[in-house]
C-alpha cells in the first residue's frame, strides 16, 4: 500500500460519503479482476462481461456496504460528539474552578430563582393543573346556588330537596353531600379515659362511592347503615393513626362518642383528605351517616355533589337542573315549598369550586417565579459576557489554532451548562425544603396543600429550565465571543477597547430589561402589599386581639323545649360564673357560631306592619348567644344585650345588626321595634355592628341573635376577653370548665386571632411570595447594573487616567459614573412602567381596595430602584475616583 | 460451487479474513487472491460474501481501512488488523483447530468406542 499523494485527496472535500466509499471500493474491485483476466488473454469486452458474472448481484452488495457503512459514520460522530462534550466539561470545570466567586455567585443566583420556580410550580400543579385526587375526578361537579349573603343555609338543600334531585336528574351517575353545618371539635371521643376531641362529618350513605374512595381497610357505609341504623363510623387514616396507634384490627371494634357506642366499619385511604378539598385547613377525623329521616325538617343542610354521566358536560347538567328545579319542595309536607330551589342549582366542576379564586393568584405567582427566572438568567448572561470579555484572547488563540465557532460557542454553553446544571440541583434541593415545610401548614387555609409533593413532573420542569436558562442566557455571550475579530483582539495588546465597547452596549440592553422586570416584580409586591395593609384595616366588627374560644360540653336534655332551655340557662349561667371569676378574664361569654366559620340561617323575619315584595327581605344569618358575648367579642352595642332574665316565658327578644336594621327600618331606631317570624313577636332590643361573618373581604349581610334561654343553640363557643395572653389562661379554663362538667373534653383553645389570621393567610402568603420575588428581582438588578458600571470603569481605566491628569477632578468623574448609572436605572424604569402596567393589570382582580394604578406603590418603586441603582453605582465611581492617572498611564 | 462448499466457506470465512491480514494490509481483490493461493486454489471466496464480511469486522473494530493506492496506482481500500481483531484471530483458530481434532477423531475412528462405564 502507497499512501495517497496529496493532489488526489480532493474526492471527500465535503465530508465523509459511505455510499460514494463502497462504490469506490467495488469498482476497484472489478476493475483489477478485469486486469488479471485480460493478463490471461480474454479480450477486454469479455474480461468485463466475465468479472461482473463472477461477482454476481453487484447491486444488494452495494446496499449491504452503504448500510454499514452509515452505521459506522453515526457511530463515529456520536463518539466524537462525546469525546468533545467530555472534554469541554473537563474544561468548564477547570476554568470555573479558578474563577470561583463567579461560579458561586451565579450558582446562588440560578438556585434561588430555579428552586423558587420548582416550589411554585408543584403548588401550582397540585392546585391548578393535577386533576383532583379522584378517579375521573372531571366528572364530579358541586351543585351550590349562585352565593348571596345569607352564609351557608343558602348555599346548601333540605333531606327532601337532595332525594328529588337525585331521583329526577337524569345527567348524574349519582348524587351525594355531605352535612354542611360541622364545626371543629364537635365530637367527644369517650370511654379512653379523658374525653378527647374530635371533628366528625356526617355525609349521605353514598358519599365515598360518588367519589370513588375505597377504603385502606374494612368497607365503606353499607345502606341498611344510612337510615337508622346500628350508629357507624369510617375513620380518616390520619386520625387511626394518631388515635388509635395504626391498629390493623380496628375495623369492627366499637368506640364510644359522645358516649355511645359507634362501630368502626372502616379506615379511609391516606390519600383521601376531607379537609384539603371541601374545607381548606380543616382536618376532619371521623364520618359518619348522615340520617335524612331526622334531618328532614331542619331545612337546608347538605351540600351537593354529584358525579356526572360519561359524556355529559356541565351545561348539560344544568339543563337537566333547570327542567328538576321547579318539581322539587322545600319540604315535601309544605306543598307551597315546591319550585323553591329554582335557579338555585348550578352545577360547577368540583375542581374549579375548590380552586375557585385561587387561579389568579397562582398565575399571577408564576408568572412572578418565571419574572424571577428571566432576572437570574439575564444576570447569569451578564456575568458571563463580562468573563468572556476577560477571556476574549484565549478564545481569539483557539480561534486561531483551529477552533471553529460552533465549537467555541459550545464550550460556552457547556459552562453555562454546568452553572446551571449545579444551579438547579441546588435549587430542587431548596425547593425540597418549601415544600415539604409547605405540605405541613395547618394554619393555611389552602386546598390540596397536604398533596404537594415535587413529583416527577416537577423533576421534568427542573430539567427544562435548566436546558432553558442554559441556552438562551449561554448563547448571548457565545455568540458575541465567536463572532468578534480574531485578529482585532489578538492585535490588540490592551484592554479591548473595540469589542468592550461593544459588549458594553449588549450588556447595557441587558441590565435595562432587569430592571424593567425587576419594576413590574416591585409593583406588583407593592400593590398586593398595600391590598393586605388594607384587608388588615377592615374592621371587622369585633375585636380579635385577647381573646379566645373554647368548645364547650354541655347536656340540656329534658323533655320539653321549656325546659330544656332552662337547664341549658342554669348550665351556662354557672359556667360564664365561674370563668369569668378567674383571674384576668375582662368579659366571657357563648354563642353556637363564631365569626369567619362556618354559619347558618332559619328564615325570613318581616318589621311588624310592614309589607315587602318577595325576596326583597334577607334571610339572615342566625346566632343563638349569652348575655356577654357582645361584650366579650368586643362587638359595639347600641341598646341593650340580653340578661339571664330573659325566659322562655317572658317576652321573645333578639338583637340585629346594622345591615339587617337598615333593611328593616330606614332611617330609623330599631331598638323596640318587633319582628315577625310566622305567629312570633321578637323585641328588637339592640343594635350591633355588622361583623365579618364568612369573608373579612366580603360585603356583610344581615345577622339576627337569639338569646340561647329562648332558642336552641347548635352547639357553644365560650370566648372569653381577657387582660393577659389568651394562652395563659387555657389551663384555668378547662379546669373550670372540667369541675362544672367532668366531661368536658379538652378542645383547643384558640386565640379569635388565629381564626382571623387563618382567614388572611392565602393572601399573606401570597403577598409574601410575591414580595420575596420582588426583593430578590431588585437584588438581582443591584447586581447587574453593578456589574456593568464596574466592569465599564474598569474598561476605561486609562481613559479616566488621561482626563484625570488633563485635570478632570475626582467628584467629576464620579458624578460621571453615577450619572452612567442613573442612566441605566432610568431606562430600566421607563421600560419597567410599562410592564408595571401589564402586570398590574393581570393582578388587579387580586386587589382589595387599591388601585391598580396605585401612585404610591408606583413612586415606592421609582425610589426604591433608583437607591438601589444609586448605591450599586456609588462603588464603582468610589473607584473610578480613585485611579492614579500616573499608574493608568503606565499600565499599558 | 456447490452448496456443501458455501456453507463451509460462511462459517470460517472471518478467521481466513483475519488470518490473511496477519501478513500486512491488503484491498479486498488481494484478500481473494490470497486466499486461493495458499489453498492451493482449493478455497474461493465470492465477492458477494466477502465485501460484507469485510465491512461487518470493521463494523465490529476487528480491521480498520484506509485509503491507499494499489501496486498499479489505483485508489483502494486496504484493510488492516487491529489489536482487537489479532486477539479474535488467535481466539477463533484456537477454536478451529480444536473443531478439526474432533472431527478428524470422529472421522479417523478405526474402532466403535468403549462402552461408557455405569457410574
Known amino acids: 500500500m502507497k499512501p495517497i499523494p496529496l493532489w488526489r485527496r480532493y474526492s471527500r472535500l465535503f465530508g465523509a460519503d459511505p455510499a460514494a466509499d463502497v462504490k469506490d471500493e467495488l469498482r476497484f474491485h472489478l476493475e483489477a479482476k478485469i486486469d488479471d483476466l485480460v493478463s490471461q488473454g480474454w479480450r477486454p469486452e469479455a474480461a468485463r462481461q466475465e468479472a461482473g458474472r463472477q461477482f454476481g448481484d453487484l447491486r444488494t452488495v452495494q446496499e449491504i456496504g452503504v448500510s454499514i457503512g452509515e452505521k459506522m459514520e453515526r457511530r463515529k460522530r456520536l463518539k466524537d460528539y462525546w469525546s468533545d462534550s467530555l472534554q469541554d466539561v473537563r474544561y468548564a470545570f477547570r476554568t470555573l474552578g479558578r474563577d470561583a466567586g463567579f461560579a458561586a455567585v451565579s450558582i446562588v443566583i440560578l438556585a434561588l430563582a430555579i428552586g423558587a420556580n420548582i416550589a411554585v410550580f408543584s403548588v401550582v400543579n397540585t392546585l391548578l393543573l393535577r386533576p383532583l385526587p379522584f378517579p375521573d375526578s372531571h366528572q364530579l361537579v358541586w351543585i351550590a346556588p349562585p352565593p348571596t349573603a345569607c352564609g351557608l343555609s343558602c348555599a346548601t338543600y333540605s333531606a327532601d330537596a337532595y332525594e328529588e334531585f337525585r331521583a329526577q336528574s337524569r345527567a348524574y351517575q349519582d348524587v351525594t353531600g355531605y352535612e354542611a353545618f360541622t364545626t371543629p371539635d364537635n365530637l367527644r371521643l369517650t370511654g379512653l379515659g379523658e374525653p378527647e376531641p374530635a371533628t366528625g362529618v356526617e355525609v349521605i350513605g353514598n358519599f365515598f362511592q360518588v367519589l370513588g374512595v375505597q377504603p385502606a381497610m374494612g368497607r365503606l357505609f353499607a345502606p341498611d347503615e344510612v337510615r337508622g341504623g346500628p350508629q357507624v363510623a369510617l375513620l380518616s387514616n390520619a386520625y387511626w393513626r394518631r388515635q388509635f396507634n395504626a391498629d390493623p384490627a380496628i375495623v369492627g371494634k366499637a368506640i364510644e362518642l359522645n358516649g355511645a357506642p359507634v362501630t368502626v366499619v372502616g379506615v379511609l385511604p391516606a390519600s383521601f383528605d376531607f379537609g384539603a378539598v371541601f374545607s381548606p385547613g380543616a382536618k376532619v377525623d371521623l364520618f359518619t351517616p348522615l340520617d335524612l329521616d331526622r334531618e328532614r325538617n331542619w331545612g337546608n343542610i347538605v351540600t351537593l355533589l354529584g358525579r356526572l354521566k360519561p359524556g355529559v358536560t356541565v351545561a348539560h347538567a344544568l339543563d337537566d337542573a333547570n327542567r328538576v328545579a321547579p318539581n322539587m319542595y322545600f319540604n315535601v309536607k309544605y306543598p307551597e315549598s315546591l319550585g323553591r330551589y329554582k335557579g338555585d342549582l348550578i352545577p360547577v366542576p368540583l375542581k374549579d369550586y375548590v380552586i375557585g379564586k385561587l387561579r389568579r393568584s397562582l398565575i399571577a405567582l408564576w408568572s412572578a417565579v418565571g419574572a424571577i427566572l428571566l432576572i437570574a438568567g439575564v444576570n447569569l448572561s451578564n456575568l458571563l459576557l463580562a468573563r468572556a470579555a476577560t477571556r476574549a484572547k484565549e478564545f481569539a488563540v483557539r480561534g486561531a489554532l483551529g477552533a471553529s465557532r460552533g465549537r467555541t460557542v459550545r464550550q460556552l454553553l457547556t459552562e453555562s451548562l454546568v452553572l446551571s446544571g449545579a444551579g438547579a440541583a441546588l435549587g430542587l434541593g431548596l425547593a425540597f425544603i418549601v415544600i415539604a415545610w409547605l405540605a405541613h401548614q395547618r394554619s393555611l387555609a389552602l386546598p390540596l396543600l397536604s398533596a404537594l409533593r415535587i413529583d416527577s413532573q416537577a423533576l421534568g420542569w427542573t430539567v427544562l429550565i435548566a436546558v432553558f436558562t442554559t441556552v438562551l442566557f449561554g448563547l448571548v455571550p457565545g455568540l458575541r465571543i465567536a463572532g468578534g475579530n480574531l485578529q482585532e483582539v489578538l492585535k490588540d495588546s490592551g484592554r479591548g477597547a473595540g469589542l468592550g465597547r461593544r459588549h458594553e452596549r449588549v450588556r447595557a440592553v441587558l441590565v435595562v430589561s432587569e430592571v424593567a422586570l425587576a419594576c413590574a416584580l416591585l409593583v406588583s409586591a407593592g400593590l398586593l402589599l398595600r391590598s393586605f395593609l388594607k384587608v388588615l384595616d377592615v374592621d371587622l366588627g369585633f375585636q380579635p386581639d385577647r381573646a379566645a374560644s373554647i368548645k364547650v360540653e354541655y347536656d340540656d336534655s329534658a323533655p320539653s323545649d321549656h325546659a330544656s332551655a332552662a337547664k341549658r340557662a342554669a348550665i351556662f349561667h354557672q359556667i360564664l360564673d365561674r370563668v369569668s371569676a378567674l383571674p384576668g378574664v375582662e368579659a366571657a361569654g357563648m354563642a353556637d357560631y363564631l365569626p369567619l366559620g362556618p354559619n347558618r340561617n332559619w328564615d325570613t323575619p318581616v318589621p311588624q306592619g310592614k309589607t315587602f315584595a318577595p325576596g326583597e327581605l334577607p334571610d339572615p344569618l342566625v346566632y343563638v348567644i349569652t348575655p356577654g358575648f357582645i361584650r366579650a367579642m368586643g362587638i359595639r352595642l347600641h341598646g341593650r344585650d340580653f340578661t339571664w332574665a330573659d325566659v322562655p316565658h317572658s317576652e321573645k327578644v333578639v338583637l340585629i345588626n346594622a345591615s339587617a336594621a337598615r333593611v328593616y327600618w330606614p332611617g330609623e331606631d330599631a331598638v323596640g321595634k318587633v319582628l315577625m317570624r310566622g305567629e312570633e313577636a321578637d323585641l328588637v332590643v339592640g343594635v350591633v355592628d355588622d361583623i365579618h361573618e364568612e369573608t373579612v373581604e366580603g360585603p356583610v349581610g344581615s345577622q339576627i341573635y337569639y338569646p340561647v334561654t329562648q332558642q336552641g343553640p347548635n352547639g357553644a363557643q365560650l370566648v372569653i376577653r381577657t387582660s393577659l395572653p389568651p394562652a395563659t389562661l387555657a389551663a384555668s379554663v378547662l379546669h373550670a370548665l372540667r369541675e362544672i362538667n367532668p366531661k368536658q373534653p379538652a378542645a383547643e383553645f384558640r386565640p379569635i386571632q388565629t381564626i382571623v389570621d387563618r382567614a388572611y393567610s392565602p393572601r399573606r402568603f401570597f403577598m409574601l411570595l410575591v414580595a420575596a420575588f420582588a426583593g430578590l428581582g431588585l437584588l438581582l438588578a443591584a447586581l447587574g447594573i453593578y456589574g456593568v458600571i464596574s466592569y465599564s470603569v474598569s474598561q476605561k481605566t486609562q481613559e479616566i487616567g488621561v482626563r484625570m491628569a488633563l485635570g478632570a477632578s475626582a467628584g467629576r468623574v464620579q458624578r460621571e459614573v453615577i450619572l452612567n448609572t442613573l442612566r441605566l436605572a432610568v431606562a430600566g424604569i421607563v421600560l419597567g412602567t410599562t410592564a408595571s402596567v401589564v402586570s398590574a393589570r393581570l393582578i388587579a382582580s387580586l386587589l382589595f381596595a387599591t388601585s391598580p394604578w396605585d401612585v404610591t406603590t408606583y413612586a415606592g418603586m421609582v425610589l426604591s430602584l433608583v437607591a438601589v441603582a444609586l448605591i450599586s453605582g456609588y462603588i464603582p465611581a468610589q473607584r473610578a475616583s480613585c485611579i492614579d492617572p500616573m499608574a493608568a498611564l503606565r499600565s499599558q | ?119
Open chain 2, 1 to 119: 460451487m456447490d452448496t456443501a462448499k458455501l456453507e463451509f466457506l460462511r462459517g470460517t470465512l472471518d478467521v481466513l479474513i483475519l488470518k490473511a491480514l496477519i501478513w500486512g494490509p491488503l484491498h479486498g481483490y488481494a484478500i481473494t487472491n490470497l486466499i486461493r493461493r495458499q489453498s492451493d486454489e482449493a478455497l474461493f471466496v465470492e465477492e458477494g460474501t466477502l465485501y460484507p464480511a469485510l465491512w461487518r469486522l470493521e463494523n465490529k473494530g476487528l480491521l480498520e481501512a484506509e485509503w491507499g493506492l494499489s501496486a498499479n496506482n489505483r485508489k483502494a481500500k486496504f484493510y488492516r488488523l487491529t489489536p482487537e481483531g489479532r486477539r479474535q484471530l488467535r481466539r477463533e483458530v484456537k477454536a478451529w483447530e480444536a473443531y478439526a481434532t474432533a472431527v478428524a477423531k470422529v472421522i479417523g475412528a478405526t474402532q466403535p468406542p468403549l462402552p461408557e462405564e455405569i457410574g
